[in-house]
């Protein structure tokens, strides 16, 4: 399994930006897959995920500001990230596990793309 993260950038406060990763490797739809992010001095938090059969899952954070999707036939999930705020400046990972969403067993992860948010 490989992934690759893009879509990071510098966005002022209150604006969007959507995150991409493109998984390749095996069957993808049998993947769950989660974006996380590491921001800097703070440990590696959850941020969302979306299981092989399409539920959503969101850390308390960015629920309601962000939305995940997955589009199978091109092997990549995507993070819309929208109202962006300071504090969601981080490295953003993405990851993968074959079957259900379980936040503690993603064990495949992307290099990750930065995101910066100026106020």
């Known amino acids: 399994v490989q992934l690759q993260a893009s879509g990071g950038g510098l966005v002022q406060d209150g604006e969007s930006l959507r995150l991409s990763c493109i998984f390749s490797?095996?069957?993808?739809?049998?993947?769950?897959m989660g974006w996380f992010r590491r921001a800097p001095g703070k440990e590696r938090e959850f941020v969302a995920a979306?299981?092989?059969?399409?539920?959503?899952y969101f850390s308390d954070s960015v629920k309601g500001r962000f939305t995940i999707s997955r589009d199978n036939a091109k092997n990549t999930v995507y993070l819309q990230m929208n109202s962006l705020k300071p504090e969601d400046t981080a490295l953003y990972y993405c990851?993968?596990?074959?079957?259900?969403?379980?936040?503690?067993?993603?064990?495949?992860w992307g290099q990750g793309t930065q995101v910066t948010v100026s106020s």
């Open positions: 490797g095996h069957p993808f739809s049998r993947y769950s």
């Open positions: 990851a993968s596990h074959l079957g259900g969403h379980s936040v503690a067993h993603y064990n495949r």
């Open positions: 979306i299981s092989w059969n399409s539920v959503t």
